[in-house]
């Protein structure tokens, strides 16, 4: 584990928050995205970013909690005193804001940059402070929410994961359960033998029909079934949990702290952790996560909501360290703020179906801020304005 090292005249001289956006197209609706900047009186620059999944979809609500009360408050301080600067932004943001949710991604993305300049100034890669390796990941490829498109149109859109090496693949339910049975078997069949079909289903079934939907999933080898409905239903994920199996119950993109998974492990209503460290209050959270996750013999398997490069570098840094099996990738082939920013983080270099972790200092990524001009943030209809059944648990009714 990191153990900070003074270094005279580290000083945090700001932090700042820039919002971003492009139009994605399948589905079409604009990605949002807010990335945070740490400067410090040595030059040295850290990166870090917010995600609530997917980029972001409040970024600029992120915005103004970074430059109103966190750059104030953490100015002038030890940029290396990691654990102090958390201490210190959840005293600023727990008591008042909340202490998950939004307070978790805002201060994930601080931790982050925080990590990528103790990364620079020691010269080694995040993972290699954290005592990891570097070793690549294997990669699961997500599908997309295009409902109106047929089961065989979904099943090739894997066709270019497929031909880098993918073995593994999430497609996205959520029209009715009838359609998504045969979204889970066409895809299964079309994949073939040898790899896995994973399903998820974004909150949208209650505990009732989830439970009937896991049993008619169970004949396609389902790997995990991720977010069948609410997760504030913790009793309903429970009595779900119980009967899933062998289609383990995953869960992360909406689960903000390492207490919130403990709570859902000890209630055994999840089987798979998914965390994201844009989401679930930075990389020493996510270690923490891995470790609950060891004390109770569940699996983890990252969630990579489609952000920048810096937020898949964060993502693949902690999880090189904590030694996960496999980790998401969007498999969207537009995602100018990954090729863009760092071009050996793009689709296109993945090797086998794994992805190679960056081993420069810090999060291994480099770019110039100039090339962020050319993403100016415009509001675009989100996810949950997009597709209004979704997140309600209430697609049976």
Sequence with gaps: MFVSIKVAGMRITSITARVLSYQKTDPPMSRAFVVVK???????VGWGEASSNWGHSYPTVVKTVIDDVISPNLEGSDALALRDRLGQMHVLLDGY?????????????????????AG???GVPISKLLGGSLEPI???????????????WHAHYFDQALALGF???KVRLGKNPDSDVDLVRTVSEYIGPGKRVMADAYWGYSPKEAIALTERLKPFGVYFFEEPCPQYD??????????????????????????????????????VFQPDATLCGG???CMDIAAIARLHSLEVIPHVGGPTAIGLAANLQWAAAAGVSMIEADIDPHQPLVDTLAPELALSRVVNGAMIIPDAPGLGITFDEAMLDDFPYERGGT???VFTDHETGRIDL
């Excluded at 199996?245 to 709570?263: C, F, T």
Aim: hydrophobic share 45%.
């Design 383 to 385: 996810y949950a304005e």
């Design 120 to 122: 620079k100034v020691h």
């Design 234 to 271: 913790v009793d309903g994920l429970a009595r779900l949990a119980a009967r899933s199996l062998p289609v383990r119950i995953a869960g992360g993109e909406r689960i903000y702290s390492p207490m919130q998974y403990r709570m859902l492990a000890e209630r055994g209503a999840i089987h």
């Design 38 to 44: 740490v400067d410090t009186d040595d030059g040295v």
């Design 138 to 152: 294997a990669l699961y490829g997500t599908g997309t929410t295009m409902f109106e498109e047929t089961a065989e």
């Design 283 to 285: 990389i020493l959270a």
């Design 167 to 169: 073995r593994n693949v």
């Design 97 to 117: 804001l909340g202490w998950e949710g939004l307070t978790s991604q805002v201060i994930g993305a601080v931790e982050i940059a925080l990590w990528d300049i």
